[in-house]
């Protein structure tokens, strides 16, 4: 299996444009993750799905971030407008079972919003 | 709520030297730990996961530790090597939540 795959790799926009990472999970996975990074927060849960169904939302950081899994083998993290300080890496990880299980991290998308 | 510390920040040594990389957390109620490696620019992948009933667990020159009741979990690195330079990340996964926390990581540096 080629592993989580995440793109774009790197996207840099400006100040108030929408912007859509996109995942790919490992097939047979049911656990879908979303992650922020930032030097300052660290790693940060966003959101994560159990089969396509978000199930705790709760670490999204506000209404101008979305996520969306249509189906078991996509999903996208969109943030509409986009702001400074949502510069950030974001990764994505799937896994087999629940939360417990060990995690597979894409490479990540590194956003920066000028 | 669930707070992970890693110390040190970061770490040099010289090759064929032993590592020991800490990492605390304040709640004892977890369900597992897990250790991860952060190569730059890269994204994590997972080294070794502990059961919050396991006291440890090995894989090649790798050894973690579990002390529950302290809040402790130590990474151990036997002879360590250019190519395990990176930085190192422990998290764990609170008993009443399904979000893992994660420590800030300690950076090492392994000087050929």
């Known amino acids: 299996d080629a592993g989580v795959i995440q793109s774009p790799r790197h996207e840099v926009t400006e100040m108030g444009q929408e912007v859509t990472l996109r995942c790919k999970p490992i097939?047979?996975?049911?656990?879908l993750f979303w992650y922020r990074q930032t030097m300052m927060r660290g790693l940060e849960l966003l959101i994560y799905?159990?089969?396509?169904?978000?199930?705790?939302d709760s670490g999204m950081p506000e209404d101008r971030f979305s996520a969306k899994m249509p189906n078991a083998s996509f999903s996208t993290l969109k943030i509409q407008p986009s702001e400074p300080r949502d510069s950030a890496v974001y990764f994505c990880?799937?896994?087999?079972?629940?939360?417990?299980?060990?995690?597979?991290f894409g490479p990540g998308t590194r956003l920066l919003v000028l | 709520k669930q707070e992970v510390t890693q110390i040190p920040a970061a770490l040099s040594v010289p090759e064929g030297e032993n590592l020991v990389l800490n990492c605390s957390f304040t709640?004892?109620?977890?369900?597992?730990l897990q250790w991860f490696r952060q190569d730059p620019g890269k994204g994590l992948t997972s080294l070794l996961l502990?059961?919050?009933?396991?006291r440890e667990q090995t894989s090649g020159r790798l050894n973690a530790s579990l002390d529950k009741s302290s809040g402790r979990s130590t990474l151990y690195i036997a002879a360590s090597q250019p190519g395990d330079s990176a930085t190192y990340l422990c998290?764990?996964?609170?008993?009443?939540?399904?979000?893992?926390?994660f420590g800030a990581g300690t950076t090492v540096t392994v000087r050929a």
């Open positions: 990880a799937s896994s087999q079972g629940p939360p417990g299980e060990t995690q597979y």
């Open positions: 097939s047979g996975h049911d656990y």
């Open positions: 799905f159990n089969n396509n169904v978000p199930i705790d």
């Open positions: 709640d004892s109620a977890i369900y597992n």
């Open positions: 502990i059961q919050s009933s396991q």
């Open positions: 998290a764990v996964l609170p008993v009443n939540d399904y979000k893992l926390s």
